[in-house]
């Protein structure tokens, strides 16, 4: 078996979006594959039929987008689009299928209800003089709401859509309600019978800044009326129908800021609620185990038989748990769940190893359904339990292939980022291709990581302190353990969080021989104003904001350490990461210039924050092999 390689990365498939037919027979599932001549990601659908035990593709235009069920468990898909319409196929067994309809909007969202009737959210076609307007008018942006870009869209166009009713027997749309700026929906769900609708709506000031708190509405689709249920107290996550009810997943903020775990409520039609989950129940919702070798959309709640359904990251793992409208709690997957779908009692999922991408496993099962095993060699994962800052914390340590425990070995440390995500022990590409080149790679979820609690995630206005000592506490244990590491060549690197710790760290201490800072933060104070989430996130995890607390801003900011930096230090950032912009990773690398210390910085033009994650390949691969060549020029 062949070591891991940089570009083995051009040859996985990438599972994700799994949905199930109403009558369990089809699972409907995306995969994702790397084009490097094309530089570009080609995505199709597949369909896992649970009769037969087989996989078989249904699309070949490269670029699937949206797709449901209909009644009869055929499998509709959005084929093409074109100038004045969408084009949508139906397949009942293997092939492309034949058209069903055609939709005379941009359709981004569709969902089969009941008989010929579908939900759809969708905007209008653009007409001829709309896109002349926006040729002759790309020279300059107009600015008028904050935030005023996010990460992976750029400057944000406030497009008017809509939620429709689609009739597909006579080809016949009725509005449900308008989503635009005035009208700003984050996510809306019909109840059984669709006469009612339940949806997030964001909050503006009059000067146009969005508030981290939504508002809940009740929507009355007969009378076409909406109802508000509960005004700015929380920012949710999830909210549908469940028995004559409504549950909802949401966090007021109150404990632990912007990265709050949230709780689980029960609400009437009138507005009444009340919190079913325990007041212990402390958990980190989604899947935030970090990966490079993820991609695409993945489910984090359902309602099937009068229960909530949802992924949890709890220490080191994502679970899939449930929970009844009386606060009965039940796990369901005590394994890693990177997405699922369930049918009745039935529950099918994916799930990532060690030495795997994610696979198609069904619950009480021993049965892998669809197998995604990594072909090359994959090194092996130690872990060990150490004491932090009054916590218990995980140690990871990838070995090198063909290890000698005789022998000395370069190392590297990883920090992950958010600082909300974790590490885990399944499969990352660029640390085991490390580990294949010789490299020990070890890392660990200091404070502020997810899957601990409110507690353990919550280092406001405290970054660079308890975090950097978990850190430094974790590489004396692990030289300790492992006395294989050679302490006079250690590198450190991390991307966004960790690329701020990695900032961090060699303003602090000069026990690191190569550092690589990645879509860094540097500094807080500039960041405020440009990030498109800095308005809010950053006041908020430094406790402090530029004209009453500017010192304490500062003070844990990078950047003001960085005249002490001697660490020879790569930065990589891209200059449409709108997340931690451009100038985060120039003002280091300005420093340590003028400070006369070995740098260099790649730009990567057209890329964003994800970069490492969904970048195009040929940036995948160029970022990754830049990383490699500096750190063995440093540490080999």
Same mark, same amino acid.
């Given at each position: 078996m062949s070591k891991t390689k940089i570009k083995d990365i051009l040859s996985y498939d990438f599972l994700s979006e799994l949905a199930i037919s109403d009558d369990g027979t089809k699972i409907s599932y995306k995969k994702t594959k790397a084009n490097y001549d094309a530089d570009k990601y080609e995505t199709d659908f597949w369909i896992y039929d649970t009769k037969d035990n087989k996989s078989y593709p249904v699309t070949d235009q490269k670029d699937a987008s949206i797709s449901t069920f209909d009644k009869d468990s055929n499998f509709i898909y959005k084929y093409k689009l074109e100038d004045k319409k969408d084009i949508f196929n139906i397949i009942d067994g293997p092939g492309i299928g034949k058209k069903i309809f055609e939709i005379k909007k941009d359709v981004s969202y569709i969902k089969w209800l009941k008989d010929d009737l579908f939900l759809i959210k969708a905007s209008d076609k653009k007409s001829e003089e709309e896109k002349n307007d926006e040729k002759e008018n790309k020279y300059f942006k107009e600015l008028t709401t904050l935030p005023f870009w996010f990460n992976g869209a750029g400057y944000i166009k406030y497009e008017s859509s809509a939620y429709y009713f689609y009739n597909a027997k006579n080809d016949k749309l009725e509005k449900i309600i308008d989503s635009n700026f005035d009208n700003d929906i984050s996510f809306l769900y019909l109840n059984d019978d669709n006469s009612k609708a339940i949806y997030a709506k964001a909050n503006y000031s009059k000067s146009k800044v969005m508030d981290m708190r939504e508002s809940l509405y009740l929507y009355d689709i007969k009378k076409k009326e909406s109802k508000l249920l509960i005004d700015t107290k929380f920012s949710y996550y999830y909210a549908n129908f469940i028995e004559d009810k409504i549950i909802f997943?949401?966090?007021?903020?109150?404990?632990?800021?912007?990265?709050?775990?949230?709780?689980?409520?029960?609400?009437?039609?009138?507005?009444?609620?009340?919190?079913?989950?325990?007041?212990?129940?402390?958990?980190?919702?989604?899947?935030?185990?970090?990966?490079?070798?993820?991609?695409?959309? $993945?489910?984090? *709640? #359902? /309602?099937? @038989? =009068?229960?909530? +359904?949802?992924?949890?990251?709890?220490?080191?793992?994502?679970?899939?748990?449930?929970?009844?409208?009386?606060?009965?709690?039940?796990?369901?997957?005590?394994?890693? $769940?990177?997405? *699922? #779908? /369930?049918? @009745? =009692?039935?529950? +099918?999922?994916?799930?990532?190893?060690?030495?795997?991408?994610?696979?198609?496993?069904?619950?009480d099962s021993d049965k892998t359904l669809i197998e995604n095993k990594i072909e090359s060699k994959v090194s092996n994962i130690d872990t060990f339990e150490f004491e932090s800052n009054g916590d218990t914390l995980t140690g990871f340590i990838v070995l090198p292939s063909k290890f000698d425990k005789n022998k000395k070995y370069p190392t590297l440390l990883s920090v992950h980022g958010g600082p909300k995500t974790e590490f885990g022990d399944i499969f990352h590409h660029e640390h085991q291709v490390f580990a294949n080149d010789g490299y020990i790679v070890i890392y660990t979820n200091p404070h502020g990581a997810s899957g601990n609690g409110v507690k353990f995630s919550d280092i406001r206005g405290k970054y660079g302190d308890i975090d950097y000592n978990d850190l430094m506490n974790f590489v004396d244990l692990a030289i300790e353990k492992y006395p294989q590491i050679d302490t006079e060549n250690i590198g450190i690197y991390g991307g966004s969080y960790g690329g701020f710790m990695t900032n961090w760290a060699i303003g602090h201490t000069d026990r690191f021989k190569a550092a690589c800072a990645q879509r860094s933060i540097s500094n807080w104070t500039s960041f405020y104003g440009v990030s498109d989430i800095g308005y809010y996130f950053g006041s908020d995890q430094t406790n402090a904001n530029p004209w009453e607390s500017l010192d304490k801003m500062w003070d844990q900011s990078p950047i003001k350490y960085a005249d002490r930096a001697k660490t020879p230090t790569l930065f990589i950032h891209s200059d449409e990461d709108y997340r931690c912009p451009l100038e985060q990773g120039l003002q280091m690398y300005t420093k340590l210039k003028l400070n006369e210390i070995d740098t260099k910085m790649f730009v990567f033009h057209g890329e964003n924050h994800e970069l490492s994650r969904s970048g195009k390949p040929h940036a995948r691969i160029k970022r990754l092999k830049e990383i490699k060549k500096w750190f063995d020029g440093y540490l080999k």
């Open positions: 997943v949401a966090t007021d903020m109150k404990k632990g800021g912007i990265n709050e775990d949230a709780f689980i409520y029960i609400s009437d039609y009138k507005g009444s609620y009340e919190k079913i989950s325990a007041d212990d129940f402390d958990m980190s919702f989604g899947n935030s185990l970090g990966t490079d070798a993820r991609f695409g959309a $993945v489910r984090t *709640f #359902a /309602i099937e @038989n =009068d229960r909530l +359904y949802f992924v949890v990251t709890e220490k080191e793992t994502t679970k899939l748990y449930s929970i009844d409208t009386k606060g009965d709690l039940r796990k369901e997957i005590d394994q890693e $769940v990177e997405d *699922f #779908a /369930i049918n @009745n =009692d039935e529950i +099918y999922y994916l799930s990532m190893g060690r030495d795997s991408l994610s696979e198609l496993k069904k619950r």
